[in-house]
């Protein structure tokens, strides 16, 4: 596996120097150290989260023996998810550097002073934002450990997450309320109204149509009432001359 030994070389060099600006000696022989080793690594992350959202990766070192430093390159889509700058979160008692490219996090750690080496698990978590909807893996890639005499054991522990699934942000509806209804209501009323006049209009136009074909009717009518009463008044004045002779 790729790994980037002149990284932590300088990074051991800086904690030497710390060291010596703090006055402590060390000796020209230093006893024989084993190994560092870990028998496992493991890489956790939510399962789904939203665009906008941020979240937490952890990458974990288990069984750990002799760890005085490491680097670990952890890989992901770049297209899917951004790294937060100065979220990296390690160990206590320690110095770390962080150095991002396009789709990986390279994370440095040593330990400082006089601080022991590291045993059983080691952790460090960082946090990322999903920046569009998609499917990511975090991949432990590059992993090397530094034992407390600087030197560099490259390792293949492989780890990958399971994918991260990150869904488009919801996007508000239309507002909802009594506006539309009563529009609505109100759209309906005026049509009834508009049907009643229309039906009160179309009446009153029947009236006044029977009205006009019944006139006629009437008026002959009256004068026939007037001729008969005219006829009966005549005969009456008739017949009364007639009796005064």
């Known amino acids: 596996m790729h790994h980037t030994p002149r990284r932590l070389v300088r990074l051991l060099a800086a904690a030497a120097a710390a060291l010596a600006g703090l006055g402590l000696a060390v000796g020209a022989a230093a006893p024989a150290v084993a190994a560092?080793?870990?028998?496992?690594?493991?890489v956790s992350a939510p399962s789904a989260v939203t665009a906008g959202d941020s979240f937490t990766v952890t990458v974990t070192l288990?069984?750990?023996t002799d760890v005085?430093?490491?680097?670990?390159?952890?890989a992901f889509d770049p297209a899917v998810v951004a790294y937060v700058d100065g979220s990296a979160v390690v160990p206590a008692g320690g110095y770390d550097a962080v150095t991002t490219s396009s789709g990986t996090v390279d994370v440095v750690y040593t330990r400082l002073g006089t601080s022991p080496a590291l045993s059983g698990?080691?952790?460090?978590?960082?946090t990322f934002t999903a920046k569009a909807a998609g499917s990511t893996a975090f991949t432990l890639g590059s992993l090397s450990l530094v034992d407390p005499a600087s030197a560099v054991t490259p390792l293949s522990n492989a780890a990958?997450?399971?994918a991260v699934v990150v869904s488009?942000?919801?996007?508000?509806?239309?507002?909802?309320?009594?506006?539309p209804s009563t529009g609505s209501s109100s759209g309906t009323g005026s049509g009834s109204g508009a049907a009643t006049s229309s039906s009160a209009s179309t009446s009153d136009d029947d009236l006044a149509s029977t009205g006009s074909d019944v006139a006629p009717y009437l008026i002959a009518g009256a004068v026939l009432v007037v001729l008969g009463a005219a006829v009966v008044l005549i005969a009456v004045r008739r017949r009364r001359a007639g009796e005064a002779r």
């Open 121 to 126: 698990t080691i952790a460090y978590a960082l």
């Open 168 to 179: 488009p942000a919801s996007v508000p509806g239309p507002p909802t309320g009594s506006g």
């Open 36 to 42: 560092p080793a870990v028998t496992g690594a493991t």
């Open 160 to 162: 990958a997450s399971p």
């Open 62 to 64: 288990t069984g750990a």
């Open 68 to 74: 005085f430093g490491y680097e670990a390159v952890l």
